[in-house]
């Protein structure tokens, strides 16, 4: 039978440790700790950015680091690293993921230890056929001046890589930054193919191994780090699809228990792992939206971010109504659902996170009484839809005030999409000018605030702002930044 993901993770941990002296180190919360620069821990290596300054306090345990291993709860969500908008629609992305990771600090080892600890690894420990991986090395960027990274091509030559399966690419892909400032390098990734024997591979990054050389100051520049480091990370869930045999991550133990929960306790139609066009009503877009959003709201309050106004706590609201969202409106859930779902992913994941374990009953209190929330607001919403609608003639369009109102945070904060989604079903049509000069005038505010905002890498609200000044509607499902859309 195939691996437990709690064996695939077990088994990482023990290969560095009992095999190559890696000193085992826990995860980090997932809200950074007096880093600025991020919104969620998103990478393993943020709990070890000062060792790559260089300014780690010598008398901390952290100073004698030279080689460890660990598992990272990692979020992104808004930043720099934002999947939110790939949730859903795709079978490998997350907005929570487990980063498994090993680090090798200041020249413990490089790029030929490194990769063949990871080539050991996948092919020999979790028995991966060879000619199903792919690797990717830093082709150079001849605008900034950084060179190809041949010697990392030759190593994984040597490692019995044929030529064709080793590529090149430029900085978008192989060159890893943690944010808009920090430490960063070339990098080279471990990909599986999916597909297999047949003619064009269907490629999925498994494994991304960073040479850390760089940091990116808050002028754009690169400086060199007074040392160099291996820094890796590999997403847990994708390895264990491979290991099962599937080709999403939602096929897998990790979430499978929350999908069957989901369809008993909300009596929509089974699982069927559709995605796109072939998704019709969108059911299974759902099911994965949901199974993904409670982990993440889970294992975010059981680090003390809950959802609020601003910064991660903002991000976390979202996808809060998200969730709410798709479970009432597509899966037809009854109120009180989500927080019925906390107890599973304290099962599957309490055991490594025990703070999970601790908090579960203030996860799923804050959970249930945020939804209750959000769907009074909606309740709410409506009424004062049907009160204005009363008051308009037969030709009338929808007053934009109202609609701007409804929007606004201080009152209901129902998304501009989901207010005219609502109109639509009333069959109203939105006076979609006003509305138009309305989030003109936001915008302008907004841009004049926006340098604040960015530091907190939002740069998602300006953005949606900025689209409905161009389009002078409201943005729909398809303005991919949008956070709302369903
Ligand atoms: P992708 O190109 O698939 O978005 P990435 O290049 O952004 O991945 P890295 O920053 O290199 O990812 O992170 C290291 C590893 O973490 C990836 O190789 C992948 O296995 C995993 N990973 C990254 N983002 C996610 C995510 N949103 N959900 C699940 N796993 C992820
Ligand atoms: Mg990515
Ligand atoms: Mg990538
Ligand atoms: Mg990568």
């Known amino acids: 039978p195939p691996a437990k993901a709690a064996a ?11 095999r190559h002296s890696h000193r085992l180190v826990p995860s980090a919360s997932v809200r950074p700790r007096g880093d600025p620069s991020l919104l969620f821990v998103n990478a393993g290596m943020n709990q070890f950015k000062p060792i790559f300054l260089g300014t780690v306090d010598p008398r901390s345990e952290m100073a004698g680091f030279r080689r460890v291993a660990n598992s990272q709860k990692c979020v992104r969500a808004g930043g720099r690293h934002n999947d939110l908008e ?8 997350h907005t929570f993921f487990e980063m498994l990771g090993n680090w090798a600090f200041g020249g413990e ?10 080539w050991e690894l996948l092919t020999q420990v979790y028995g991966i056929p060879e000619d199903r991986l792919w690797v990717s090395y830093f082709g150079g960027d001849p605008k900034t001046g950084l060179e190809p990274d041949l010697e990392c091509r030759d190593i994984w030559l040597s490692l019995g890589v044929p030529a064709r399966r080793v590529l090149s690419f430029g900085l978008e892909e192989n060159f890893w930054e943690m944010g808009v400032t920090g430490p960063c390098g070339p990098c080279t990734e471990i990909h599986y193919d999916l597909a297999g024997g047949v003619e064009a591979p269907q490629l999925v990054e498994l494994w991304n191994l960073v040479f850390m050389q760089h940091n990116r100051e808050a002028d754009g520049s690169l400086q060199p780090l007074p040392q160099r480091h291996v820094d890796t990370g590999m997403g847990l869930e994708r390895l264990v699809a491979v290991l099962q045999g599937r080709h999403s991550t939602y096929d897998t133990d990790l979430f499978s228990p929350l999908l069957d929960a989901i369809h008993q306790g909300c009596g929509a139609p089974p699982y069927l ?3 796109g066009a072939a ?3 969108r059911t299974d877009t759902a099911y994965r939206v949901v199974a993904d959003h409670i982990r993440t709201l889970s294992v975010c309050i059981a680090d003390g971010v809950s959802p609020g106004m601003s910064g991660a706590p903002l991000v976390l609201r979202q996808i809060l109504r998200r969730a709410v969202r798709f479970s009432t409106e597509v899966l037809r859930a009854p109120p009180g659902f989500l927080g019925s779902l906390v107890p599973i992913v304290v099962e599957t994941l309490g055991d490594t996170y025990p703070e999970l374990q601790k908090n579960s009953t203030q996860i799923v209190n804050l959970v249930s009484e945020d939804e209750a929330a959000f769907l009074s607001s909606l309740e709410r919403g409506r009424r004062i839809i049907d009160r204005t609608l009363k008051r308009l003639g037969p030709t009338d369009m929808f007053p934009a005030e109202v609609a701007w109102s409804l929007s606004m945070s201080g009152n209901l904060g129902l998304p501009l999409d989901l207010v005219e989604l609502m109109l639509e079903e009333k069959g109203v049509q939105l006076d979609s000018a006003g509305l138009a000069r309305l989030a003109q005038e936001e915008a302008q505010h907004q841009v004049q605030q926006a340098e604040p905002v960015r530091e907190h890498g939002l740069q998602l609200d300006i953005h949606a702002l900025g689209e409905l000044q161009r389009r002078g509607v409201p943005p729909t499902d398809d303005s991919p930044k949008y956070n709302y859309s369903l």
């Open 8 to 18: 695939v993770r077990n088994a990482f941990l023990s290969f560095f440790r009992d």
């Open 109 to 118: 080892y490089f790029k030929e230890e490194a990769c063949s600890m990871a």
């Open 86 to 93: 790939d949730v859903g629609r795709d079978l490998s992305h």
């Open 273 to 275: 792992g559709r995605v």
């Open 279 to 281: 998704d019709k009503g």
